[in-house]
Each structure stands twice: as structure tokens, then as C-alpha cells.
């Protein structure tokens, strides 16, 4: 197979899927170092790099880091560009303006995150959830809007059957 992007052969091969659809990157050594996509050894894939070349943005060694710092721990944003790990958790904050742009493209421009949720919170939010759905039933029928309020006494009580610990 040969690289997408000179005639040599494609010795590094990236398989992307989103949304459902698979999509594929056969690149060579040469091609791979030039896009910052490898390590100095050949073995070694540069994460970062590859996540941001996948997300369409350009590779870190071209564009220029902020010299922006974390107050708490002291980790310069440049080192978070490098390794793809941040110092402590203050570092959202102090890097805040430059994560989130990051972040939305990773979640699907949906700017939170709606995945799995630690088991030990699981009570506290369906608990906090049935709350909210009996004032909002309480309000409905203050309301005398009878079919919202039978659709939200039928939530409540899928929640109560569903999950009951």
C-alpha cells in the first residue's frame, strides 16, 4: 500500500471511526515524522499529535504554546501540548480557555460530557432527578396541565421500577 501522500510506502496505517464510519490513513516514516504523528523512535506513536492531526487541527510542534502556567502545581500549558496529561486539577481552570475548544471537539460539539457516571453517584442523581420531576408534577397539575403531568407520574415511576437499588 502506498502513502496518501508521496509514492513511497505506507508504513504507518491510522483507523479513525466517527460517527459510524470508519475511516482510514496509510501514511510512510517520512510522511508520519513531517506531521509530527511519531516519536523520535519509529515505534513510538506521538498521542497527542495524533489526536489533534485526527481532529483536524495542525501538529503541535507548529503551532506556538501559550506561555500560560498553573497557578497551584506550576505545570506550563506547553508541557500539557507535549505529554497530553495535565498537572492537577486546577489546571482545567487555569487552562480553561484553551481546553475547551479540545474538549468540544471531542464530545461532538456538545460541550458536556454524558457518559458513564461512578456507580457510588448513581443513587445521589436518581434521587436528585425524582425531585425535580415531582415539583415539576406538582407545578403541572397547579397548572392544570393533566397530560404533562400523567407523562411526568409515569417517569417517576419508571425511574422508581427501573432503578431500585
Same mark, same amino acid.
Given at each position: 500500500?502506498? *502513502? /496518501?501522500? %508521496?509514492? $513511497? @510506502?505506507?508504513? !504507518?496505517?491510522?483507523?479513525?471511526?466517527?460517527?459510524?464510519?470508519? #475511516?482510514?490513513?496509510?501514511? *510512510?516514516?517520512? *510522511?508520519?515524522?513531517?506531521?509530527?504523528?511519531?516519536?523520535?523512535?519509529?515505534?513510538?506513536? $506521538?498521542?497527542?499529535?495524533?489526536?489533534?492531526?485526527?481532529? #483536524? /487541527?495542525?501538529?503541535?510542534?507548529?503551532?506556538?504554546?501559550?506561555?500560560? !502556567? %498553573?497557578?497551584? %502545581?506550576?505545570?506550563?500549558?506547553?508541557?500539557?501540548?507535549? /505529554?497530553?496529561?495535565?498537572? *492537577?486539577?486546577?489546571?482545567?481552570?487555569?487552562?480553561?480557555?484553551?481546553?475547551?475548544?479540545?474538549?468540544?471537539?471531542?464530545?461532538?460539539?456538545?460541550?458536556?460530557? !454524558? #457518559?458513564?457516571? @461512578?456507580? +457510588?453517584? +448513581?443513587?445521589?442523581? +436518581?434521587?436528585?432527578?425524582? !425531585?425535580?420531576?415531582?415539583? /415539576?408534577?406538582?407545578?403541572?397539575?397547579?397548572?392544570?396541565?393533566?397530560?404533562?403531568?400523567? +407523562?411526568?407520574?409515569?417517569?417517576?415511576?419508571?425511574? #422508581?421500577?427501573?432503578?431500585?437499588?
Amino acid at each position: 500500500m502506498k *502513502c /496518501q501522500f %508521496c509514492p $513511497n @510506502p505506507a508504513t !504507518v496505517h491510522l483507523t479513525e471511526f466517527l460517527d459510524k464510519k470508519k #475511516g482510514e490513513m496509510h501514511l *510512510c516514516e517520512s *510522511c508520519a515524522r513531517e506531521r509530527n504523528l511519531l516519536a523520535d523512535n519509529a515505534e513510538a506513536i $506521538n498521542v497527542p499529535a495524533l489526536f489533534q492531526f485526527m481532529l #483536524g /487541527q495542525t501538529p503541535p510542534a507548529r503551532q506556538s504554546a501559550p506561555d500560560a !502556567v %498553573c497557578p497551584e %502545581c506550576g505545570t506550563p500549558y506547553a508541557h500539557f501540548r507535549a /505529554q497530553g496529561r495535565l498537572g *492537577c486539577p486546577h489546571d482545567y481552570e487555569a487552562f480553561r480557555s484553551f481546553l475547551a475548544p479540545l474538549i468540544e471537539k471531542v464530545h461532538n460539539h456538545a460541550g458536556r460530557h !454524558v #457518559g458513564k457516571v @461512578p456507580r +457510588r453517584h +448513581r443513587r445521589r442523581m +436518581r434521587m436528585a432527578h425524582r !425531585v425535580e420531576l415531582e415539583a /415539576q408534577l406538582k407545578s403541572a397539575v397547579a397548572a392544570e396541565k393533566y397530560e404533562e403531568a400523567a +407523562r411526568l407520574r409515569d417517569s417517576i415511576r419508571a425511574l #422508581g421500577a427501573d432503578h431500585e437499588p
